[in-house]
């Protein structure tokens, strides 16, 4: 049974740092993660996706420099480095994984299986 357990948000500053973990189970090598977000009146949107597999990595453009997704295998676990964090970046954060062809990596209707949410704020 595939489920996801986020932890690590909380309250930063502008310019500060958080880490997200994503705890994973019941999943295999043929399954990408992601991690999406969403905001107060707005769509939940793709932020950083990684195959569990192969390790490699995608990002949306405006955290491209900022944010660092990886995964760690021997501790089933999934982590979103946040730095440089924005106040446009305060929103509940979700993991999410499936076995998606990479062009639906960024539509979260094409994940089936979803955390939680953790909130993340970040003040100015």
């Known amino acids: 049974q595939v489920q996801l357990t986020e932890a690590g948000g909380g309250l930063a500053q502008a310019g500060g740092s958080l880490t997200l973990s994503c705890l994973v189970t019941?999943?295999?090598?043929?399954?990408?993660l992601s991690w999406f977000r969403q905001a107060p009146g707005q769509n939940r949107e793709f932020v950083a996706g990684i195959g569990w597999g192969d390790g490699r990595t995608y990002y949306e453009d405006s955290v491209q420099d900022r944010f660092t997704i990886s995964r760690d295998k021997g501790k089933n676990t999934m982590y979103l480095q946040m730095n440089s964090l924005k106040p446009e970046d305060t929103a509940v954060y979700y993991c999410?994984?499936?076995?998606?062809?990479?062009?639906?990596?960024?539509?979260?209707?094409?994940?089936?299986?979803w955390g939680q949410g953790t909130q993340v704020t970040v003040s100015s």
């Open positions: 019941g999943i295999s090598s043929g399954y990408r």
């Open positions: 999410a994984t499936g076995r998606l062809i990479l062009s639906s990596l960024r539509y979260d209707r094409h994940y089936t299986y």
